[in-house]
């Protein structure tokens, strides 16, 4: 948890929130991702300034639908104000769900994003997932309630489904969501026009450059270059996957390989039982990336054998990322193209040895 997160100025839905550091009204930090908030749909009560009147009335209804929350397996947390502002609130009114302070109004901006300033009340709610995602925001409609149509938003956006039973598979960290259909498609674009090549592989322990190996792996690359469609890729990453992979692998990378596509083809597309860090050239590397960009093929999953038969294909959009050192394979695409966005990452500690490597 940090008391001063790095925050953009407004989170856009489907990025994740800080662990945010906020002071309660006694002046203890308390975050939005506590494990009394954590792991069920969270309804945000966001207000600028202090607690006036109109935000009063939000906040004391939203005390009010406390219990049908809870019966729903929801939590509510509210975010404005002072220290002050909130102690002498919570002075005369009791409420059941944490007020944290935010002096700053950072976090406030970040949550709200351009819906507050037009709030007639001076609240909105920002609603988030169970994985701490944002899912967007509910606004005053009339006389409706906020803390009503909130509830009923969330019930709507977090339907429950069957859980299905896990009994065994392998230690990867599959994060949904993390890039939009639209630029899901943007990158395929730029790959059918850009300048491809067959990926290689780096395949014996003194061989320090890549090869390719038509046997062993069959894909078409192209790389990213710098310009604003990597810059968008990068922002992505850095508020939906990062976050998922510092609270996953309490980690998160500094540094990365290029970003590449590949192109899986259907009856020649494949990279056979592989692991990624066993080579001079790839020493450096601790965590790998696979991000699908469509769907609409057949095969092409992720197989990690140590582990069991489980294939592994994350929904358009979505990543799955795991360590370097697991045995893994992609299976043959039977039907269409499997686009998927590729990298490694790796911290300071491993671009030092990469350095130190390179000098001798």
């Known amino acids: 948890m940090s008391a001063a997160p790095h925050l953009p100025p407004a989170l856009e839905p489907g990025d994740r929130i800080p662990d945010l550091g906020l002071p309660d009204p006694k002046g203890v930090l308390y975050s ?62 009791v409420l059941p769900f944490p007020l944290l302070a935010d002096p700053t109004g950072a976090v406030t901006a970040a949550l709200a994003g351009p819906a507050l300033p037009r709030a007639k009340s001076g609240c909105v709610v920002a609603l988030v997932d169970a994985a701490s995602r944002l899912l967007g925001h509910v606004e005053a409609l009339g006389e409706a309630k906020l803390s009503a ?87 992505r990453l850095l508020t939906r996957l990062f976050p998922a992979m510092a609270d996953a692998y309490y980690w998160a990378p500094t540094r990365h390989e290029a970003f590449r ?59 799955v990322v795991f360590s370097c050192n697991l045995l893994h394979e992609v299976t043959d695409v039977s039907r269409g193209r499997r686009f998927a966005l590729v990298s490694f990452f790796y911290g300071e500690a491993e671009a030092q040895a990469l350095r130190e490597r390179g000098q001798r």
């Open 261 to 319: 596509i590949g192109c899986y083809a259907e009856g020649a597309g494949f990279f056979r039982l592989h692991r990624d860090n066993r080579t001079p050239h790839t020493a450096h590397r601790r965590y790998a990336l696979t991000l699908l960009l469509n769907d609409d093929f057949e095969g092409g999953y992720l197989r990690f054998p140590e582990f069991g038969a489980s294939l592994y294909k994350p929904p358009t959009g979505g990543a």
């Open 149 to 235: 149509l909130a509830l009923r938003k969330l019930e709507r956006l977090t339907a429950a489904t069957t859980a299905p039973v896990v009994t065994a598979g392998a230690p990867v960290l599959m994060v949904p969501e993390v890039l939009e259909p639209e630029l899901c498609r943007e990158l395929i674009a730029a790959w059918e026009t850009g300048e491809r090549f067959e990926g290689g592989v780096s395949a014996s322990n003194q061989q320090a450059a890549l090869a390719v190996n038509y046997g062993y792996k069959k894909r078409d690359d192209w790389i990213l270059p710098a310009g604003p469609l990597l810059d968008r890729l990068k922002q």
């Open 32 to 93: 939005l991702k506590d494990q009394k908030l954590a792991g069920r749909p969270l309804a945000v009560p966001v207000f600028a300034g202090e607690v006036r009147p109109p935000v009063a009335r939000e906040l004391r209804r939203f005390a009010e639908a406390a219990p049908q929350y809870e019966a729903a397996g929801f939590a509510i947390a509210a975010v404005g104000g002072s220290v002050a502002g909130n102690a002498a609130f919570t002075a005369q009114t």
